[in-house]
């Protein structure tokens, strides 16, 4: 049977950083002077790789997350994107997204971004109180972090901005106050995210008093009930349209490739998944019920829910969902977690898959 391959999205990984944050556990280096081109000469090789795979399929959405990928020269993510549009077939209206952190990029160097290509900004703000940023390990001030937001705003970007709470000492009051100055920002898109203390991590190392789980219950609804922005994912936020559309293809199910180490995928080759890891780390076949139940896990993390295509359908549990309408609702199309069900969602999805 002759299969017609799908859009990809596209997720590069750039794992390098200036310094690493203390509660940071993802795949990154702090490196004061990275072989970038050795570096984008194998992002490059693994594209062409990919190319080669699933053909010249159509890209919806690139994503560069990190690590820090500002800290990227412009040369490389110049080589990088030439090397996209060679391989693939970039939609015109492609969202492009760059992560950054304050302190590695001004408006020089995002002009540059901008012109190849980037269209989306997601800026690691993650407080908005200087002693916090510095107790975060992170290398920029809030003057810093309000600057670039500004700038990119100015350029009439898409911008986004990230926030970390959960913090020792923080409480309901703290997180009253902090969405009433993130509001002030007039942002279209927040993402608020919960403190998780990670073993072999600066703070995982030290015998912080972390919020009890009641309290961070309380912040995580005072989120919702005072940041000006709707909830459409467990920690995003955003006005109508301006939703992160590729982690929404991801959230939904979407096929998408992981470029570089660290990075994940699920490419859909000739009508099979597969699970593949960045640097040819891990490429292997995944059958329908594995991806079923992860689209499951993943989609109903939105308050829109998880499509009910029949591969979803046949792993629910559905004399458990019946029962918890507390906790999950459906309509004709979808599966949702309600408001409490949101609090409980790594409970849920083991009960309501078979």
């Given amino acids: 049977m002759f299969f017609m391959n799908c859009p990809h999205n596209i997720y590069i990984h750039v794992p390098f950083c200036k310094s690493k944050c203390k509660y940071c556990a993802f ?3 702090a490196c004061a002077n ?66 950054s952190n304050p302190g590695t990029l001004d408006k020089d160097k995002l002009q540059h971004f901008v012109l190849n290509g980037v269209n989306r900004l997601s800026v690691g703000i993650q407080s908005l ?19 670039l937001l500004e700038t990119a705003q100015d350029m009439n970007l898409r911008v986004s ?50 919020p009890d789980n009641d309290t961070m219950a309380k912040m995580y609804i005072a989120i919702s009930e005072n940041l000006s922005l709707p909830r459409y994912e467990v920690s995003n936020y955003a006005v109508s349209g301006q939703e992160c559309k590729h982690n929404q293809n991801i959230w939904w ?15 859909l080759i000739d009508g099979q998944w597969f699970d593949e890891m960045g640097d040819n780390e891990r490429f292997e076949k995944i059958d329908e019920d594995t991806r079923a139940i992860e689209k499951i896990i993943t989609g109903l993390r939105t308050v829109r829910g998880v499509f009910l295509s029949e591969d979803v359908r046949k792993n629910l549990n559905m004399d458990w969902i019946n029962s918890h309408n507390d906790l999950v609702e459906m309509n004709e199309k979808y599966l949702y977690a309600t408001a409490k069900g949101l609090l409980l969602l790594d409970e849920i999805t083991l009960d309501l898959t078979k």
Wanted: glycine share 10%; proline share 5%.
């Fill in 161 to 210: 901005a990230d926030f970390i709470y959960g913090l020792p000492g923080h409480d309901e009051k703290h997180i009253v106050n902090l969405c009433k100055k993130i509001n002030a920002l007039n942002l279209e898109h927040v993402s608020m995210y919960e403190l998780t203390i990670e073993k072999n991590t600066p703070f995982g190392k030290m015998n912080l008093q972390m």
């Fill in 129 to 147: 109180d200087d002693n916090e940023l510095n107790f975060l390990g992170r290398i920029h001030d809030v003057k810093t972090g309000l600057k």
């Fill in 34 to 99: 990275p072989d970038w081109q050795q570096y984008a000469d194998d992002i490059c090789y693994e594209l062409k790789f990919w190319s080669n795979n699933v053909g010249h399929v159509s890209v919806p959405t690139i994503f560069f997350g990190g690590g820090t990928p500002s800290y990227m020269p412009i040369e490389v993510f110049e080589q990088i994107m030439n090397c996209i549009r060679n391989n693939f077939c970039v939609d015109n209206n492609c969202e492009i997204t760059l992560e």
């Fill in 27 to 29: 795949f990154s280096h």
């Fill in 253 to 267: 199910g979407g096929a998408y490739i992981g470029i570089g180490r660290g990075a994940a995928g699920r490419p």
